[in-house]
């Protein structure tokens, strides 16, 4: 996976000895409920890279990293497999691509919000299966944020690394007069 390492030798492990995963891939096949989110420019500049960089959707970007920050790099690559699995037995179906919808809505932010992860002024409905959104939301729920707000949280995370967002997070803590600097993603 890093690409300054050649491979010299075999894996380590096997699958068996690591174990199966505990994931019902099926359940994320359907992209049935929709989350309106504000993203800043720069947010959606850097999906718009990825996409362009893995020739995909945005949509299917920001699954992707909201994927594998909620369940780990193990289960993505399970469903990825997975996800070729279904390929396989339906070559003869034609693959279907849906627009992007675009709805506005914003959320309320801190000026330390805006300085780290830009003005959300991005609107989109990221489109996304049913149990992703459920637990989505109770993280939300538990962090006592909107849906929206915690995953355009978990994106900042993800696309700029826990160096920028804990330094990001300290600093709302410190403003807020917490002092807490704990990381609530």
Avoid at 20 to 28: E, I, K, R, T, V
Avoid at 93 to 111: N, P, T
């Amino acid at each position: 996976m890093w690409p300054f390492i050649h491979r010299e030798s075999s894996p380590v492990a096997s699958p068996e000895d690591v174990g199966a995963l505990d994931c019902d891939f099926h359940l994320f096949t359907d992209n049935t409920t929709s989350l309106k989110v504000n993203f800043s420019r720069e947010m959606w500049a850097q999906v718009t890279d990825l996409a362009h960089r893995k020739d995909c959707s945005m949509n299917s970007v920001v699954l992707a990293l909201l994927f594998e920050e909620l369940y780990g790099m193990r289960a993505y690559l399970g469903l990825l497999d997975y996800a070729e699995q279904l390929k396989r037995q339906e070559r003869s179906l034609a693959a279907q691509v849906e627009g992007e919808r675009i709805r506005f809505s914003r959320d309320r932010a801190s000026s330390i919000d805006v300085r780290h992860m830009g003005p959300a002024d991005t609107p989109r409905s990221v489109s996304m299966p049913d149990r992703m959104s459920v637990d989505l939301r109770r993280l939300a729920l538990k962090n006592g944020v909107e849906a929206s707000t915690y995953l355009r949280e978990l994106l900042f995370k993800v696309l700029n690394g826990s160096v920028k967002h804990q330094s990001w997070k300290t600093e709302r803590a410190v403003i807020a007069g917490t002092g807490d600097q704990t990381e609530r993603s």
